[in-house]
């Protein structure tokens, strides 16, 4: 019954955070590149968001759960996210071109943050993975994973924060606006 119950919280997590990946930018007017987005990086972003920021609830509630499922769900939500992450900010990021200096700030600013966030999503695979495998110190790793996957989600919220600055106060990236090739 336990493991049910895990199972279909697990669902309605991930079910949850599907909508708000997909749909964030929904009725946007963005320049037409995909979708009508000027660059994949709104799309690809946030689904790996959701995910790094519902992991350390999936890990805080496998520290009292028994069995392995609800530490490899976890696992699996840190492995995408992380990879997620890497992909938004390294391969899908775009190029911006002429912003004042305030917005370049904000730009670090962001890019700064989601680096961190990145480098520690990156930090929490290993004590998630090592939970799994390593039973002496299982309790040990799912609370070290919990708290880098906290600092992650910090890191995470400051960086939006500065990216929605950038787009709802400066205009970058709305309609293609200061990215380069996108008009």
Known sequence: MRKLCVAVVTLILALCAIPSAVFAHEGHPHGVVFGGFSNLHPLIVHLPITMLLVAPILQILSVFQKGKLPQWTTLAFVLLGAVGAYLSGEVFHPDTTDLGDVANKILESHEQWADRSQILSYIAVIPAAL????????????????????????????????GAKLVHIHGIGAEGNYIKDSK
């Open 131 to 162: 939970a799994l495998f390593i039973a002496r110190f299982e309790k040990h790793m799912k609370v070290i994973a919990f708290a880098v996957l906290l600092a992650a989600g910090a890191c995470i919220v400051v960086a939006g924060h500065e």
